[in-house]
């Protein structure tokens, strides 16, 4: 048993005496490092120092912050080192402590005092410093990133002059790009290089740029139009805005740089066309039980129970005042227009003849069923449901009871194996006879159908229980593309 622990203590005292060694290097190696660096810091300081001796002292402020740059960098490398330092020196000292305990533990000759000795230098070697210290210098002597050379600046010294105010920009109208309710405005600047290379008008440090909406391209100067939307800190040739509504005929666009001294003229105007499909609800056709306010519509049961079916003997829980809403006040619409019975219904304010148009719904909280389609205004009677008459085309949406999505018309359902989305996305190609519904989030085509409109499309909504929002003001967005090519869905059926 004492041999074996001699054994293994005498592998104990080499590891312990190569440590030792290789200690004595380590600090060998952060004492060359702090002379070195002491070296550089002296050299890198001597050039600024002759590099500043050859600038005005305009710069002698700037020359200081150079000087605090190096002196931190030095400091912080020396306290680093110096840190290191000394905790190899402790590691050293506790290493060669250790190393006579293991010689001397060699000499004793009672097996129980020499079992338990060996036990503790083992305990001990396991918590050695030198065991865990690196050894290598955790800074290094070289300051070269600290060198400097101001030719350059010395040279743009002599060509000093007054700053001339920017020419104004040229907007190049082949590069700007409208897509997905974004504009990209592209330009370039104005002006002829002189013989130095340097633009005439001066290095140009940013821009900025201005836009409104307006519904015509001409007299873009008139007095009256909306205010202009500034986006400023421009470093780029280029911006792009995003956000927009596109609810008017175009996007009026101006430019102009900026340099230190000042800002420039702007740029001439450019319009750029933003058409998309802009509708809002049609409180008038809107179900007594329906509350219309702006882009929403939020279900509001009359009384406690309601007359719907689903709801007899069922309490209430999110029964609510009995004043009626202002949508709801009597002689403010005319109540033959409305939908009405179980034909939870509003219809949109514009309707579709032509092109190509989408639009976007989103469920609120807590809903439980809704319809989102197109139709024949005509065909729809007050008791009418989406879907199903022939002049009718939707998707409806239901989480009562249990989850559910179909696609219906002329009073055929396809129900869809699709989880329900949160962000639906409806495109209408009335002259192609498509309408597509889209799952927006996940990029999926839910449903297709294909016929041949005869008559104008409107808008088409059915909600119950909840509510839904719409977003209009859209262009067909570019991911379409995919679908139309591919024309894969979940359901793609001719009706």
Not at 22 to 31: G, N, S, W
Not at 43 to 67: F, H, N, T
Not at 470 to 481: A, D, R
Request: proline share 3%.
């Amino acid at each position: 048993m004492m041999d074996t622990q001699k054994e293994a203590l005498c592998r104990i005292i080499s590891t312990l005496a190569n440590k030792n060694e290789e200690l004595q290097t380590f600090l060998e190696a952060v004492d060359n490092t702090l002379t070195g660096l002491q070296e550089e810091s002296c050299k890198v300081m001597s050039e600024l120092e002759a590099e500043l001796e050859q600038l005005s002292s305009a710069l002698e402020e700037k020359g200081a912050e150079l000087r605090d740059v190096i002196k931190e960098a030095k400091q912080r490398k020396e306290a680093e080192l110096h840190k290191q330092m000394s905790e190899g020196k402790s590691a050293l000292l506790s290493c060669e402590e250790l190393l006579e305990f293991a010689n001397q533990t060699l000499t004793i000759t009672n097996e129980e005092e020499f079992l338990k000795a060996a036990k503790q230098i083992k305990e001990r070697v396991t918590m050695a410093p030198a065991f865990r210290l690196t050894t290598r210098p955790v800074a290094s002597e070289n300051m070269s990133q600290f060198t400097v050379d101001f030719s350059s600046e010395r040279a743009g010294l002599q060509r000093l002059h007054f700053l001339p105010v920017p020419r104004a920009p040229e907007i190049d109208v082949s590069s700007c790009v409208v897509r997905d309710n974004t504009v990209t405005v592209a330009w370039q600047p104005a002006g002829e290089a002189d013989s130095d290379g340097e633009r005439v008008g001066g290095r140009i440090e940013r821009y900025e740029l201005e836009y409104r909406k307006t519904n015509r391209d001409s007299s873009l100067r008139a007095a009256g139009e909306a205010c202009w939307e500034k986006i400023h800190d421009i470093r780029e040739t280029h911006v792009t805005i995003s956000g927009l509504k596109f609810d008017s005929g175009f996007v009026v666009v101006r430019v102009r740089a900026r340099n230190k001294a000042a800002a420039g003229e702007f740029s001439e105007p450019v319009a750029m066309e933003t058409r998309a499909y802009n509708f809002g609800f049609d409180a008038v056709t809107a179900h007594a039980e329906l509350k219309v306010q702006g882009d929403s519509v939020t279900w509001e049961p009359q009384g406690v129970k309601g007359h719907d079916p689903r709801l007899r003997g069922k309490e209430n829980k999110s029964s609510r005042s009995a004043t009626p809403s202002p949508n709801k006040t009597a002689g403010s619409r005319s109540g033959r227009d409305r939908f009405a019975g179980e034909s939870y219904t509003v219809l949109g304010d514009q309707e579709m003849a032509g092109s190509c148009h989408y639009w976007e719904l989103r469920p609120l909280t807590d809903w439980k069923s809704f319809s989102v389609g197109v139709a024949y205004r005509a065909s729809l009677g007050r008791f009418d449901q989406l879907g199903k008459s022939a002049g009718s085309w939707c998707l409806h949406a239901s989480q009562w009871l249990q989850s559910s999505l179909a696609a219906k018309h002329n009073n055929k359902a396809k129900a869809l194996d699709w989880p329900l989305p949160q962000r639906i996305g409806i495109y209408c190609d009335y002259d192609n006879g498509d309408l597509s519904f889209i799952d927006v989030d996940r990029h999926r085509l839910l449903h297709s159908f294909k016929t041949k409109f005869s008559q104008p499309l409107i808008p088409a909504f059915t909600v119950w229980c909840g509510g839904i929002t719409i977003t209009t003001g859209l262009q067909v967005p570019s991911f379409m593309g995919n679908f139309l090519s591919t024309n894969q869905s979940l359901s793609n059926l001719s009706q």
